[in-house]
Structure formats: C-alpha cells, structure tokens
T-cell receptor, first 114, second 113 residues
Framework: QQQVKQSPQSLIVQKGGISIINCAYE??????FPWYQQFPGKGPALLIA?????SEKKEGRFTISFNKSAKQFSLHIMDSQPGDSATYFC????FGGGADGLTFGKGTHLIIQP | DAGVTQSPTHLIKTRGQQVTLRCSPK?????VSWYQQALGQGPQFIFQ???????QRGNFPDRFSGHQFPNYSSELNVNALLLGDSALYLC????????????FGPGTRLTVL
C-alpha cells in the first residue's frame, strides 16, 4: 500500500516558468513533510520541509503549499532554471526526519528546457 | 566535513550470496537509517539504528539485517540475495531529535545476477 502518491511522473517546463509537483497522503499521523531533490548518481538532498501547523512555507524560489483537510501538499518552483532539472521526491513521517523513517513518493522527473 | 560516506560504490553479486554495505554518518550525527531505491522508484525505508540498536523497521524481510558501531557507523547485511534485491542502497544520518533533517549519502549500487 503506497502511503504517499506523487504526480506527475514526469514534467517538462520552460525556463522561467513555474514547476508544480503534487503529493497526497493517507496516514493522518504524518507530521512532517519534506521535499528532496536527487541528481543522477547522487543521494537525495533536502530542499524544503513543512509541518502541518502552517499552510505554506517559502524558501527562495521553492514553496510548499499544504492542505491538511485534503491531505495534500505540493512543491512550487518559481522561475525554473535548467539547473533545477532533477528528480524530486515528496516524503512524510510521523515524528519528523531525525527520529523516524521517511515514506517517499515515487518521484517526479523534472526537465527545464532552456 | 565529509558528509555521509558509503562503501563500496558499486557491487556485483550472484543469487544466494551475502553482501555487506557500509556507512559513515555525518560528523556529530548519532542515528543511521537505510533505504532501498529500485530503479525509477522512491527510496523505501529498511530500518533505523540508534545507540547500536534497531529502533524502527520498514516492511523488509529478516534477510536484511544491520549493525551500528560505537562510533555511529553502520553496516547493512543482506543474506540469500535475490534478483529483486538489485537496487541503490542509501544510508542517511541524522540527530535523534524530532524534525531534524536526514542527510543522505551517494549510495551503493548493488547488482544481483
């Protein structure tokens, strides 16, 4: 049973555009929602994370929007750049990243066209 | 700071064999988690070690076992390898407190023939 569903599977965006990736979860005990970025041959790296006590968090060009009632959250990448081309994973856990295993979505392969 | 390091980088084994993968956590971290990432999929949580004990486990058979040493480094052991065990194995380290980031290593690519 997949507990975190991620869409789309792949995404092509023009340079300067907005990239949007969506995730939905089932476990209402999840309390921490990070987004990871992974380049080929590398391990995932944390981009931004949110807890359900806020509906939005912004760090530079990256924004998480969180809808607790719908059990959905999304990543928005503003002014997308070719260097943003990578695979993005949403994840969730019950007790936060340090003390709990993360449940990941299947990933979104993002391509930013110059 | 070297970050999370893993060895070896690549490994080729045959079905039925046993394999040991190694991980050194980021300096100052006390918790190590292991994940399996099949090609084109998201990482799947195997287990987490803290104070040399397995404190949490995902949905993996007991062919998967681990160990954490007093210096916080960790090993992942897989017995009786199956073709389906071919994957990228990721190690992540963190501090045990809630809501701290997990830092991932580059992974070990295991191929089972």
């Amino acid at each position: 049973q997949q507990q975190v569903k991620q869409s789309p599977q792949s995404l092509i965006v023009q340079k300067g555009g907005i990239s949007i990736i969506n995730c939905a979860y089932e476990n209402t005990a999840f309390d921490y929602f990070p987004w990871y970025q992974q380049f080929p041959g590398k391990g995932p790296a944390l981009l931004i994370a949110i807890r359900p006590d806020v509906s939005e968090k912004k760090e530079g060009r990256f924004t998480i929007s969180f809808n607790k009632s719908a059990k959905q959250f999304s990543l928005h990448i503003m002014d997308s750049q070719p260097g943003d081309s990578a695979t993005y994973f949403c994840a969730a856990s019950e007790f936060g990243g340090g003390a709990d295993g993360l449940t990941f979505g299947k990933g979104t392969h993002l391509i930013i066209q110059p | 700071d070297a970050g999370v390091t893993q060895s070896p980088t690549h490994l080729i084994k045959t079905r039925g064999q046993q394999v040991t993968l190694r991980c050194s956590p980021k300096s100052g971290h006390d918790t190590v988690s292991w994940y399996q990432q099949a090609l084109g999929q998201g990482p799947q949580f195997i287990f987490q070690y803290y104070e040399e004990e397995e404190r949490q486990r995902g949905n993996f058979p007991d062919r998967f076992s681990g160990h954490q040493f007093p210096n916080y480094s960790s090993e992942l052991n897989v017995n009786a390898l199956l073709l389906g065990d071919s994957a990228l194995y990721l190690c992540a380290s963190s501090l045990i407190q809630d809501y701290n980031e997990q830092f991932f290593g580059p992974g070990t690519r295991l191929t089972v023939l």
